[in-house]
């Protein structure tokens, strides 16, 4: 299994990928897939610090599920409908052959990853662990 430094680090290197895509993108579908695999990297490296593996997005939604659901803090809450949003951007786009509008990955670049960043680097020491 990776480990926390590990997924920061695939995290990292698929944003910088990302950063080569000129907005508005030619192809919208696989922009908001990345900004979702950077995500799922991001709350793996935050579990598996926390002794957890994911080995599917099932696994990984049921252990977000589990956190939303002890957690009392909205800043807790709120990672979960982010990542949820982003996970059913990527589905739609990857299974449903459904083109993600420029405001659709605009709002999974601006609002939903950075909201997710937020958290991880709060949740791994409350310093800048992984960088934008």
Not at 36 to 44: E, N, R, T
Not at 73 to 102: K, T, W
Request: aromatic share 16%; net charge negative.
């Amino acid at each position: 299994m990776p480990t926390t430094d590990q997924h920061l680090r695939q995290a990292e290197h698929n944003k910088e990928f990302l950063r080569e895509i000129p907005f508005p993108a030619k192809y919208p579908d696989w922009v908001v897939t990345g900004y979702f695999y950077v995500a799922v990297h991001l709350l793996d490296a935050y579990l598996s610090r926390r002794g957890k593996h994911s080995a599917d997005h099932q696994t990984r939604r049921a252990f977000l599920r589990e956190l939303r659901s002890r957690q009392f803090s909205f800043r807790d809450q709120g990672v979960f409908d982010h990542y949820q949003d982003l996970y059913f951007l990527n589905r739609e786009a990857r299974y449903d052959c459904h083109f993600p509008s420029d405001e659709a990955a605009h709002h999974a670049r601006d609002e939903h990853l950075p909201a997710i960043e937020e958290w991880v680097n709060w949740q791994l020491g409350g310093g800048k662990v992984f960088i934008p």
